[in-house]
Every structure is written in C-alpha cells, then in structure tokens.
C-alpha cells in the first residue's frame, strides 16, 4: 500500500477590475500531477513543523482521512498553514495578506487508492498580499494564470484547460 503525503495547497485569490480571481499553476510534465493545472502547493515538510511553532495560527477542528470521528490535535495542525504559505512562496514568489495566520481552511481531499503517489492534502483560502507580483519562482511550475473560477470551470468542462480532478471539482466550488 502507498504511504500518503501530508500535503496543503492555497487556493490564492485577489480582487482585479472588479472581478475575484484565482491562481493556477501548471506543473512540469516530470512532476506529480505534470502538465496539469493546480493551485501552488505541496508536501508537508520537517521545517513547516518547526516554523509551526512560531506562527500564531488558532487552527480549525481539522479531522484525520481515515477517522472522521478523530480530530487532529492543533499542533499536528499548524504545519499545513506553514507548507501552505511556503509552498505558495517558493512556487510563485507570492506572499498571503497576513501571513499564514490569514488561511482558511476549505477542503480536505485524499488521492484515492491505487496510484503511485497518494497524498493527503489540505486546502486553504487565500488573499494575495498587496503590491505581490506573480512569477515562476522554481522549476516545479511551468507557468501560472489568474482565472476568474467561473471561467476555469467553463474551460475544463471544454478541455481547454487541463485541470487535476481535484482542482476542477475546487473551481466548481468557490465559483
């Protein structure tokens, strides 16, 4: 069985002409998810935890996948905000409107069995800080857009934007 990865993404949004807007990401081809649009995220790592300690986050009752009776204790919590806001750092350049603190939790998703990478993700919302200016800031993403979530909705159902399954049913969500 294929251990699963804690992970967390940001579903970045921010306020253009009038419009919400929401950012995506398309992976490279050689990594998890290639060739596909995804909000920025990424794997839970050791120093999230460690950052975890100094960020000032009340986290939400947040459950485990496999016990929806069994909630997550608030520091076994916290480095999902911390991976969020880095991942959304290293991946775009991109800062939060208040840091981690400002993350909302929204969806808790898992890769379903049977896939050679399985992760256990958690997605949070997000404003984009003033002044940020968007740019491909690693080599994991190809390239990005700002989309309005209708939009992105309309042009997946047209396969004209190939979005992972789980940021599709997202889209269709805060649209």
Do not use: N
């Not at 579903?11 to 990594?31: F, P, Q």
């Not at 049977?114 to 800080?129: C, E, K, N, Q, S």
Request: hydrophobic residues 50%; negative net charge.
């Amino acid at each position: 069985m294929v251990p699963l990865t804690p992970a967390a993404s940001v579903v970045l949004l921010r306020e253009h002409a009038g419009r919400v807007e929401t950012l995506l990401t398309r992976r490279h081809a050689a990594m998890s998810f290639g060739g596909l649009w995804v909000f920025a995220g990424g794997k839970v790592e050791d120093s999230d935890r460690v950052a975890a300690a100094q960020v000032a986050v009340e986290p939400p009752a947040m459950r485990r996948h496999h016990a929806p009776d069994v909630w997550l204790d608030p520091m076994d919590v916290r480095p999902f905000f911390t991976a969020a806001a880095r991942e959304l750092a290293e991946e775009t350049g991109l800062g939060l409107a208040g840091g981690p603190e400002s993350l909302v939790h929204f969806a808790h998703w898992v890769t379903p069995p049977g896939l050679p990478r399985r992760f256990d993700t958690h997605f949070f919302l997000g404003i984009v800080a003033a002044g940020s200016t968007v740019g491909v800031a690693c080599s994991e993403v190809e390239e990005y857009c700002w989309v309005e979530p209708h939009a992105a909705v309309e042009a997946s159902r047209r396969e004209e934007l190939a979005a992972a399954p789980v940021t599709a049913f997202t889209l269709f969500e805060i649209a």
